[in-house]
Each structure stands twice: as structure tokens, then as C-alpha cells.
């Protein structure tokens, strides 16, 4: 029987491209769904995937065509060479669907090689000192896509290869440090009562993380509340090392309308989604950790009321990116007509603040933690071991 490390995942890389092409140093072959051989593409050669709706066929480098094939088409890399999409290289096969405007590519992977290009990018970190911090991700990753294994009927991927799910990058994201912590932690998941647990964490807690039910519009889950990361005996935080332990924000009473213009009709009630001119905003309740529980804004045209983690999606800056964190305090200025003239947003940590600190974890790692203990720590009452 297979291990979880050694079992595939579907990993989508985009879902209308067009052009797409497809190689590898060694060749390729291309087989219909079925297994059955469609063409042979040489060493180094480069083929172009093609859609009708639906259907798939490669056109090789001359020009000529395979004929139409239901999907999906697989590409599979030959001579132990990597297979390439658009000159970016991904470990496993490659498979093809016609999709509504252009064709849809999965790598279809085993499990670690895809946490090779997983854990670089959602850690970040390359100093041999973070080990343990990159071994306990390595081990929420490796959770995470093993409770994303899909076995719904024509579905043709597990997990995306962006912010949705876990950002992966292929073999050219892949670091040392990184492809030395998935393998010295193989068929390693976090458990708790007996099942694989879907691990949330996020960049920076600010210093205490949250229960899933502070953030999210979900129940809390045992595993899944405030761990405080006040280094022991000190005034000083393990994630307090990270860019943006402390933050503020300030947003112009310009920008400020105009965001709560476009976005807060997703999360509150606006009728005739025109919510008026803000004349305030103030923080309603907070919740356990010290987060904000409940944001109103108040405008010309009345009071809205904004929960948890959807804060974030409207007070954003005027480029669009979200607020860091629901851990902040708020301070309206008003000119001399009394206008809100400006919103001053003082606050702390970087995310959504569930589960793992990964800035904890590196400052836990290098005051000599080690991974389990780690994960022990931000996941109260779960266990580290094989998938069963």
C-alpha cells in the first residue's frame, strides 16, 4: 500500500491558457485516458495543446496534429527528465482538458514532490536554523493536501496551485532546506481523535493566534483556539522577528468611500448596494485573542456591521490588498466640517491568525524547539504520526 507521501494529488496550474505548450529533455508520451498511446514527442522537443470545446489534441513542432481525444490527455516525461508547461518544470505528469476558453493543465504528482514546491513558497524561509519551523510545515501541508484528496465524481483536480489552497510552484520553487524537511518528515499528518486534520496557519499571529470562530464563519474545532506566543518570563513574542509584527495603516477619506463602495455589499446588507458617504468606524466587540469580533461603519445612510476575517476585504488599501489582520485598533479623524478625513489603523500580525504562527515557528526553532514540539504547541491535542 502506498504512503501519503507517496500517493498523487491533482494540482490545477491554469484553467483557460492558450497557447499551452508541453516538453521534456528526455520526451514525452502522450496517451488518451484510457492509457493508449497517441503520439511520442522527442528529446527537447516543444508540442502545442490545442482544445475544441472539450476535446484535446497536441500539434507537434512541424505543424502536423494527433487527432481529437476525449480528455484527459497525459503528458508523461520520459529518460527520468522533468515534463515542462510553458518552460516552467513540474515533477509527475501533466494532463490536459478543453476548457470554456482555452485548455485547463493538472500536474498529477505524488504527494512530497508537490510539498517540494509547496513548502518554499508558503514559508519562505532558506536558514538551516528554521528547520524545525520548516518541518512543521512540511507536516500542515502534507495534512492539508491529504484532506483534499477528491474522490467527487468528474472532478478533475484537488487543489489549486494558488492562495486558494496551498501556493505551489513546481521544481523551481523547490529549496534545500525545504526538500530536506518533507523528506526527513515522510507519512508524516497531523491527527486529532483519530483523523487527518485540515491544518490552517498564517504568516504572523501578532502574538496570540485565534479559534477558527474569531475569523471565520465557521464552528471552532477543539484543536483550533488562542495559543499565546509570549516567549516565557519576557515581555517579547516568538513571532516578533516577523516585517509586520506591528503595522499601521492609514487610508484617506477618499480612498476609505471608495473602498467601502466596491467591496462592503459583499459582506453586509447595502441596500441598493450604495452604502453613502463614511462618517466613522468603530470596533464593536473583540474577540478572545483581542481581535475585532465586530466593525461598524457608520455612514449618511446608516450603520453597518462587519464580522471577523470580512474586516480584512474591506478596509483595503488603494491598491487593493487586503488589511493584514483583524488584531488592530481604529482611530477616525474628522476635518473642521466634520468629515472622516482619514482612518488610522494600528494593529499587529500578518494573516488570518488560525493554527500555526510560521514567524512563531521560526522564533521557536531557533530558541531550540523541535518540529513536533512545535506543532504540539499550535495545535492543541493533536498528534503527530503516519496516515492511516
Known sequence: MKDVGEATIRVLLSKNATPVRVGAPGGLLLTDRDGALVARAGRGETWRIEHELRRVRAVRPDGVPTAWTEPPLIARPLEGSLATVSGRPYRGDLAFYGADDGVMTVNVVAIDDYLRGVVPLEIGTRDRRDSAAVQAQAVTARSYAYTHLSTEPGREYDVTSGVQDQVYGGVGAETPVASEAVESTRTLVLSYAGRVVNAPYHSTCGGSTAAASEVWHSPDEPYLRPVSDQ??????????IAPRFRWTRTIDGAHLNAAVERYLAEYAAV???NPGKV???SVGSLTRSGRVGTLTITTDRGNFV??????????RDPGGEILNSTLFTVESVTDM??????LVIRGNGYGHGVGMCQWGAIGRARAGQDFRTILRTYYPGTTVGPAE
Open 231 to 240: 516567549i516565557p518570563g519576557t515581555n517579547r513574542y516568538y513571532c516578533d
Open 271 to 273: 441596500p441598493g448596494r
Open 279 to 281: 462618517q466613522n468606524v
Open 306 to 315: 462587519l464580522r471577523g476575517n470580512d474586516i480584512r476585504y474591506v478596509l
Open 337 to 342: 466640517d466634520g468629515a472622516l478625513a482619514r
